[in-house]
C-alpha cells in the first residue's frame, strides 16, 4: 500500500504553463497569416476557375446562336433564352442559376469588351476597380 503522506505530487508550475502559452501564441502569430493568406488566394483560384467555365459556356452559346450575348443580355444569356436568340439550346451551364464570386457579388461581362471580344470579370474582395492582391480585378485577360 502507498503512503500519499510520504509521496511527492508534482504538477505544472505558474512559469512552466506561461511558457507554453508564450510558445503557443508565437506559433500562432507566425503561421495564423499565412493560413489566412492561403485562404485568400483560394478565391481568387476558384474566381478564376468559374470565368474559365463561363467562356467555355459562351463559346458554346456563340456556336449555336452564331453571335456572344450582348451586354445587356449579359451571362444570364448562358441559363435563360433571350428573346433575340435565334438557335439557343441551352442551358450552357449545368446549374440553372448564375453563380456569384466568391465573394457574394455577380459576375460582371461585356460584349464587346475593353481586353477582347468579351471580358468576364469580378473586381476582386473589396469590389472595386483596380487594386492589388486579393482586391485585384480578376477577368479573363489576366
Known sequence: MTDFSTSRHRGFTLVEL?????????LAGLVGPKVLGQLGGAKSKTANVQIKDFEQALELYKL???????????????????SS????????????DLPADP???????????QHGEIDIYSYG??????????NA????WN
Open 18 to 26: 506561461l511558457v507554453v502559452l508564450a510558445i503557443l501564441g508565437l
Open 64 to 82: 449555336d446562336v452564331g453571335r456572344f450575348p450582348s451586354t445587356d443580355e449579359g451571362l444570364n444569356a448562358l441559363v435563360a433564352k433571350p
Open 85 to 96: 436568340a435565334t438557335g439557343w439550346n441551352g442551358p450552357y451551364l449545368k446549374r440553372k
Open 103 to 113: 465573394w457574394g457579388r455577380a459576375y460582371l461581362y461585356a460584349a464587346p469588351g
Open 125 to 134: 474582395a473589396d469590389g472595386n476597380a483596380g487594386g492589388d492582391g486579393e
Open 137 to 140: 480585378d480578376i477577368g479573363n
